[in-house]
């Protein structure tokens, strides 16, 4: 099966500083990745779809400046909170589209970000 | 655009007893759609999809999902379930026409399953 993986898992950092999540697609080339925002208790909002070579497309409302997104090759997409702020405490997901074959998209483990 | 609704946010169910989580979709075009499971703190899991073809589908850990065009439904069962089963469910939507791949999620449903 297709494996995407996370990094870190739980990250805590202070306020107004940056942190960058990783995810990596561990046995497939993914051409294309998406970041996901969740809410405790809420539903998975889609924050931005990243391309690899190209830049990323945003969901409206959700600020490029801030959430940095780079896929810099097939089988690495990170995002970057820049200045965090603490709403910006939130699980973070990533999931990965195998190119080709059945539409699914794989989902990584999650990343825990808290900002004091 | 697609959209997903999921009636139910909380599902109490008894171990071995059936379960029932229903989704709902709304779209102009064709869909695919998928079911997901979370368990706490991780990420999502694909229980089931459909993308064509026969309307029942069945997934792994025993669910099965029946596509429903005229309703625009797509409920998830389960005749049996065990306490392991205890996690969040999404209904997910995306369209068969576009090349984006993007998922419209729905709320989530709350399953609990006690002894």
């Known amino acids: 099966g297709a494996v995407v993986s996370q990094h870190p898992s739980r990250v805590i950092c202070k306020s107004g500083t940056s942190v960058k999540i990783e995810c990596r697609s561990l046995?497939?080339?993914?051409?294309?990745m998406f970041w996901y925002r969740q809410f405790p208790k809420q539903s998975l909002m889609l924050m931005a779809t990243s391309n690899e070579g190209s830049k990323a497309t945003y969901e409206q409302g959700v600020e490029k400046d801030k959430f940095l997104i780079n896929h810099a090759s097939l089988t690495l997409s990170t995002l970057t909170v820049t200045s965090a702020h603490p709403e910006d405490s939130s699980f973070y997901i990533c999931?990965?589209?195998?190119?080709?074959?059945?539409?699914?998209?794989?989902f990584g483990p999650g990343t825990r970000l808290t900002v004091t | 655009a697609q959209s997903v609704t999921q009636l139910d946010s909380q599902v109490p169910v008894f171990e071995e007893a059936p379960v029932e989580l229903r989704c709902n979709y709304s779209s102009s075009v064709s869909v695919y759609l998928f079911w997901y499971v979370q368990y706490p703190n991780q990420g999502l899991q694909l229980l089931l999809k459909?993308?064509?073809?026969?309307?029942l589908v069945k997934g792994i850990n025993g669910f099965e999902a029946e596509f429903n065009k005229s309703q625009t439904s797509f409920h998830l069962r389960k005749p049996s379930v065990h306490i392991s089963d205890t996690a969040e469910y999404f209904c997910?939507?995306?369209?068969?026409?576009?090349?984006?791949?993007?998922?419209?999620f729905g709320a989530g449903t709350t399953v609990t399953v006690r002894a």
């Open positions: 046995d497939f080339q993914a051409t294309t």
């Open positions: 997910a939507v995306t369209s068969a026409r576009s090349n984006d791949y993007k998922l419209s």
């Open positions: 999931s990965a589209k195998r190119p080709g074959g059945p539409y699914e998209q794989y």
């Open positions: 459909y993308l064509s073809g026969s309307t």
